[in-house]
């Protein structure tokens, strides 16, 4: 493998814990725009036209992507324009470069396959069944043990505990849209799916971290990240990946509730 490709998408990924771990908007500035350099230069042509996709088209639209989620601060919120914030600056970050890729570039670098083409079997069953359980067994000792509750609003109304399922659920889908589908396919294009996956992982875990996800919380969403991108290989279903997710978020959003309303969902073991 050459240099100037791995050195380019290292560069742009980088970017995303220098914008969402450490908030610094000039550092994932910079390396989004190093990234993009060195992208043209692993583009440049040895002894004639190359045939490969562009690497530089390709990570600009991670780049573009980056740039729009970090328009807004990613604190969870739950009144009416903190919502309409996130669905807006979170849809233009799968909508712009989807359509930059298909109406700009014509090469259709991001895309989203439903199905997959393949039935569901009784391992990708049990996987459902196993997300569930091991979200019950670890998520409330995370979340409670660790206080990273508190970075979530408190829900202590009917109307409160439906915007915050709303929003756990639809922030959910937008993660594979996003990670998945757009960063892990791009990168794909390019590097072998080892390499691709945990450079995905890397802008997954960063954006989880400023929306709530800390402490230790990135023991749990590094490997989330990673097997979530060896479903998609595998299943090459966005449905599957999308049910997974949604169930983990199911419990996720039961724990929450719980955390702030010990009499509500009280079915978990709880951290001492």
Not at 25 to 53: F, K, N, Q, T
Not at 207 to 235: C, D, K, M, N, S
Request: glycine share 8%.
């Amino acid at each position: 493998m050459k240099p100037w490709p791995l050195v380019a998408a290292l560069l742009t990924v980088l970017a995303a814990p220098a914008f969402f771990v450490f908030e610094s908007l000039p550092a994932g500035i910079a390396l989004l725009a190093l990234g993009l350099v060195a992208a043209w230069l692993a583009d440049r042509p040895e002894g004639g036209l190359s045939a490969r996709p562009s690497l530089l088209r390709d990570l600009s639209l991670i780049a573009i992507g980056l740039a729009i989620v970090r328009l807004i601060p990613l604190a969870a919120e739950l009144d009416d324009w903190a919502m309409v914030r996130f669905a807006l600056a979170l849809g233009g970050a799968v909508a712009v470069p989807y359509l930059i890729s298909r109406f700009v570039y014509r090469d259709r670098a991001t895309g989203f396959p439903w199905r997959g083409g393949l039935p569901w079997r009784a391992l990708h069953w049990s996987w459902l069944a196993g997300v569930l359980v091991l979200g019950w067994l670890i998520l409330p000792f995370y979340f409670i043990s660790s206080g990273v509750y508190e970075n979530w609003p408190v829900v202590d109304s009917p109307e409160l505990i439906a915007r915050l399922f709303v929003g756990v659920g639809a922030v959910g889908i937008w993660d594979e849209l996003f990670f998945i589908c757009t960063v892990f396919a791009v990168l794909l294009r390019h590097f072998p799916a080892w390499l691709a996956n945990l450079m995905q992982a890397v802008v997954f875990v960063s954006f989880l971290w400023e929306l709530g996800y800390r402490a230790w919380g990135p023991l749990l969403t590094i490997p989330f990240a990673l097997v979530q991108g060896v479903i998609f290989l595998r299943t090459r279903s966005l449905g599957y990946v999308v049910t997974v997710h949604l169930l983990f978020d199911a419990v996720v959003f039961a724990v929450l509730v719980h955390a702030h309303n010990p009499a509500l969902f009280d079915i978990f073991p709880t951290a001492p």
